[in-house]
């Protein structure tokens, strides 16, 4: 079974300050990790996504987020907030594990970005 | 190369009516992902599909709920007889056979009155 934890459901920040959202996933297998981004009203974009490889993965709009196996983390972060960020962030899990990407969404985190 | 696609992207039904959300996969995909997101909740997985076959059921409520991905046309989600409950944001995803990233549609809100 698999399963993501975002820790904080909404998350403030100051305009050009460090955005850190944070993610923890629970899996059997090795896992297949992904950010989404969710604005008002709108479908889901993928922000990145970690298959296998290099821990640190590198997205859209300046955002990465690095595996850490040792802490099952997968914490997203941009080093400096921007207002048109602010919008929800999913952190997601799919370990194949069925013999398909059968995909598990934590419970979003909102950011807000303060002027 | 058109996006997944999903109509009617706002769906307004009384208590008892049906409703039928569809959802055209991106060009060259065969799989088929149903989610379901509530009012200040996360994406729930509801069912997976291929093309005229129904793989992962477990996350679609037993009765009223239906889903189906004939051999031609888009996916079907059919409602019966909603309820309040049902109003939610109703989101389909594909990816090709063997692909690892789902490609999300732009979903389809439907409000119960």
């Known amino acids: 079974a698999q399963s993501v934890t975002q820790l904080g459901s909404h998350v403030s920040v100051s305009e050009g300050a460090l955005v850190l959202l944070r993610c923890n996933y629970s899996?059997?297998?090795?896992?297949?990790l992904f950010w989404y981004v969710q604005y008002p009203n709108q479908g889901l974009q993928l922000l990145l996504k970690y298959t296998t490889g290099a821990t640190l993965v590198k997205g859209i709009n300046g955002f990465e987020a690095e595996f850490k196996k040792s802490e099952t983390s997968f914490h997203l972060t941009k080093p400096s907030a921007h207002m048109s960020d602010a919008a929800e962030y999913f952190c997601?899990?799919?370990?194949?594990?069925?013999?398909?990407?059968?995909?598990?969404f934590g419970t979003g985190t909102k950011l807000q970005v303060i002027p | 190369n058109a996006g997944v696609m999903q109509n009617p992207r706002h769906l307004v039904r009384r208590r008892g009516q049906e409703a039928r959300l569809r959802c055209s996969p991106m060009?060259?995909?065969?799989?088929v992902y149903w989610y379901r997101q509530l009012p200040e909740e996360g994406l729930k997985f509801m069912v997976y599909?291929?093309?005229?076959?129904?793989?992962?059921e477990s996350g679609m409520p037993k009765e009223r709920f239906s889903a189906e991905f004939p051999k031609e046309g888009p996916s079907i989600l059919r409602i019966q007889q909603v309820v309040r409950g049902d109003s939610a944001a109703y989101f389909c995803?594909?990816?090709?056979?063997?692909?690892?990233?789902?490609?999300f549609g732009p979903g389809t809100r439907l409000t119960v009155t």
């Open positions: 995803a594909s990816s090709p056979a063997g692909g690892r990233e789902q490609y």
């Open positions: 997601a899990v799919s370990d194949g594990v069925m013999g398909y990407q059968k995909v598990t």
């Open positions: 060009k060259g995909h065969s799989h």
């Open positions: 599909l291929q093309k005229e076959n129904i793989i992962d």
């Open positions: 899996s059997s297998v090795p896992p297949y």
